[in-house]
């Protein structure tokens, strides 16, 4: 059984930067497609980024893009995601997720299209 542990959130003040961990465990983590989304209170889990298994490609959402930054370490079974201008309205659950080999790209963004989910790590900005 496939497990996804998240780390490193915290409460950080406007204008940090924070690098959120996903550990990967019960199988390799390079046969894994991988996303990472964010849920605020009273909002629908948003899709900020994703690394495919093939030619190890790196997608982003347009709300994120430029100060997001995903990478892989598959010989550590780790995927990181890099914050940074952090901003109050990143204050959110966020999360990472991974299904068994790429997805199509029109489902890069649909939490449905995946199969395994970590239990979250909170990020909070706030002066």
């Known amino acids: 059984q496939v497990q996804l542990v998240e780390s490193g959130g915290g409460l950080v003040q406007p204008g940090s930067s924070l690098t959120l961990s996903c550990v990967v465990s019960g199988d390799a983590l390079s046969s894994y497609f991988i996303g990472w989304f964010r849920q605020a209170p009273g909002k629908e889990r948003e899709g900020l980024g994703v690394s495919t298994v093939r030619m190890g490609k790196i997608d982003y959402a347009d709300s994120v893009k430029g100060r997001f930054t995903i990478s892989r370490d598959n010989a550590k079974n780790t995927v990181y995601l890099q914050l940074n201008g952090l901003k109050p309205e990143d204050t959110a659950l966020y999360y990472c997720?991974?299904?068994?080999?790429?997805?199509?790209?029109?489902?890069?963004?649909?939490?449905?299209?995946?199969?395994?989910w970590g239990q979250g790590t909170q990020v909070t900005v706030s002066s």
């Open positions: 997720a991974a299904v068994f080999q790429d997805i199509d790209v029109p489902y890069y963004y649909k939490p449905r299209f995946y199969d395994y």
